[in-house]
C-alpha cells in the first residue's frame, strides 16, 4: 500500500507539466526518460531496505544486471509503460553509473556486522549524482529542496532551482526551462517536484513514523532517526523537494558517439 | 627458409611501427586499485594513457614503483610521468587536468560506523586520525571532530591500525576503497563510508627534467582526449562493454 501510495504520487508528478520556455520534443523525451529512470532507482533502492541491511548470502538482486532489470521492473510498474529505449548515450551512462554506485558501495552492504548500511534512496541518489558529476559528460541530477530544509549541504539548491521551486511549492508541476546553463554552456533544465511519500516520514516526519521506535513507550522515543538526523516532523501535504535535471544541449544532440 | 620468412614478417611490422615513434616515454605507475593494479591485468589507466602518449607521436613505457622510489626517479629524471599522484602529497610539476578522483572517507571500528558522514554533528568529540599532508574536506574540517595528525610516510597504514585498536575513534582516508573491499585479510574489524560529493583530484606528475618537446606533444594529446572522453568516462564505457 505505501509503495501504491509513492508510486501514485509519483506518476500525478509526471503527469503535470508545464511552464517556461519548452525544450524540443526531443530534449523533452531524453528529459523525462533520465528523471523516471533515476526515480525508479531511488524507489527500488526503498525497496530492497531489508535487502541491502539484511545478513542475506545473496545480494546478486541488487548488483549488476540484476540491478538493472529489478529497476526497470519499478519503472514498468510505476509508470505503466515500457522501459525506455537506451538509445541515447547519456541515458547508457546513467543506466552504468547506477551499476557502479552499487559496486562501490558492496562492502558495505556484504558486511554482515553492520545493521544499518546507510544506503537509503538519498544516498544513494547522491551518489549517483556525484559520480556523473565528474564525467565530463554535460550532464547534472541532483535531489533536493528548499534551502532552510536541507540536510547535505551539498545538495543546496542553485539560484535557478529556488526560484523554480518558488513558482512552483504551492502548486507542484514539471517545470521545464529550455534557456537554462550548465557549466557556463546552454543547457536544458528541469525540475520534477517530489511529492512527499510515506517512506519519506520514516526519516523526515514525526517520531511515531521512526521505525527506531517501533514497539517503544512514547516516553521513550527518540527524536533522531535512523540516519542520525533529528526528524523534522513533515506531513505527506509537505512540499517533498524534488529532482533537478541539467543537460548541456550539446549533449543532447550527441547520439552513440561512445 | 620458411622459418625465416616467417620472421620477417612478424619483425618487419615490428620494426615499422617503432619508426613511427619519436621515442619512448617512461611512465611509472603507482598501485592505485582498481585503476591501476599491480598483478597479470595491469588496471584500465595504463590502457587510457598509453592510448594518449601513442597519439602525441611517442611509445609508452610502463614502471611499476613504490611511492617513495617514483618520486625520487621523477625528480632524477629516469621517468617521464608518475601516476596518479595526489598534489599535496609532494611538490611537483603536474599535466593541467586530473586524471581522476578518488572520494575521501572515514573509516571507523566497526562498533563505531557511522553511515552518513553529510550528518556532521555526529563528528562531534571524535579524536579522528588524519595522514599528513592530504586535503581535508570541509565537512571534517568545520566540525566538532578532534583532528589528530599521524605523520610519516606509512601514516594510512598506521592510522587504520589505530582506528581497528580502537586507539582513535576513526581514520580520514583519501580513498577507503583501498582499505573496505570484500575479503581485505588485514582489516577485518574496520568499516569505511565516504564523504559523497567531495573529491581528491589524483594526477599525473612531470619530470623537472623531461624534454620541453616531449611535454607540450603529451600534454596538449591529453587534454584533447579528456576533453574528448576523460578518464572516469572511458572506464564506464569499459565496464559497460565488459
Known sequence: MRHYIFSLFLCCSLNLQAQAVQPNEKAQALLDDITKIYMSSMVYI????????????????????????????VYIKKYNEP????????????????????????????????????????????QLSAQLSVKGVGLKIKFTRTSDDIRNVLNKPDQWESNVMSKIIDNPKIYYDANGTLNGKPAYRQFTPLPMAPYCLQCDGEPKHNPLNYGKPKK??????????????????????????????????????? | MRNALFAL?????????????????????????????????????????????????????????????????????????LMPLKTMEAKVSVLSLPILHSVPGLCFKKDKFIPILS??????????????????????????????????????SRGIDLTQRGRIDAFYHPNPSHVYYEGNPTYKEVACSSFHGYFIAANIAVSPKIKQQV????????????????????LSRLRRNR
Open chain 1, 46 to 73: 526503498f525497496q530492497q531496505q531489508p535487502l541491502i541491511n539484511g545478513n542475506e548470502q545473496d545480494k546478486s538482486a541488487l548488483f549488476g544486471d540484476n540491478l538493472i532489470a529489478n529497476i526497470q521492473d
Open chain 1, 83 to 126: 522501459f525506455p529505449l537506451l538509445d541515447h548515450e547519456t541515458k547508457k551512462l546513467l543506466v552504468q553509473t547506477m551499476v557502479d554506485v552499487m559496486n562501490d558501495n558492496r562492502a558495505l552492504i556484504q558486511d554482515p556486522e553492520l545493521e544499518f548500511k546507510g544506503i537509503i534512496p538519498a544516498v544513494f541518489a547522491f
Open chain 1, 220 to 258: 521513550a522515543w527518540t527524536t533522531i532517526d535512523m540516519t542520525g538526523f533529528e526528524m523534522e516532523n513533515w506531513t505527506l501535504t509537505d512540499f517533498g523537494g524534488g529532482v533537478s535535471l541539467s543537460v548541456e544541449k550539446s549533449n543532447i544532440d550527441r547520439e552513440g558517439t561512445h
Open chain 2, 9 to 81: 614478417a612478424i619483425i618487419c611490422p615490428i620494426l615499422a611501427s617503432a619508426q613511427n615513434y619519436q621515442g619512448v616515454v617512461r611512465i611509472g605507475l603507482l598501485e592505485y586499485p582498481p585503476h591501476i593494479v599491480f598483478d597479470d591485468d595491469i588496471g584500465p589507466l595504463p590502457g587510457y594513457m598509453s592510448k594518449i602518449v601513442e597519439g602525441s607521436g611517442y611509445q609508452a613505457k610502463f614502471i611499476r614503483m613504490l611511492p617513495e622510489r617514483g618520486l625520487r626517479e621523477l625528480n632524477k629524471g629516469n621517468i617521464d610521468f
Open chain 2, 119 to 156: 550528518a556532521t554533528h555526529r563528528f562531534d568529540d571524535l579524536i579522528v586520525g588524519m595522514p599528513n599532508g592530504y586535503y581535508v574536506v570541509d565537512a571534517l574540517a568545520s566540525s566538532q571532530a578532534m583532528l589528530l595528525e599521524v605523520k610519516g610516510d606509512d601514516a594510512i
Open chain 2, 215 to 234: 611535454l607540450h606533444a603529451v600534454e596538449s594529446q591529453f587534454v584533447e582526449q579528456m576533453q574528448s572522453e576523460n578518464y572516469e568516462l572511458y
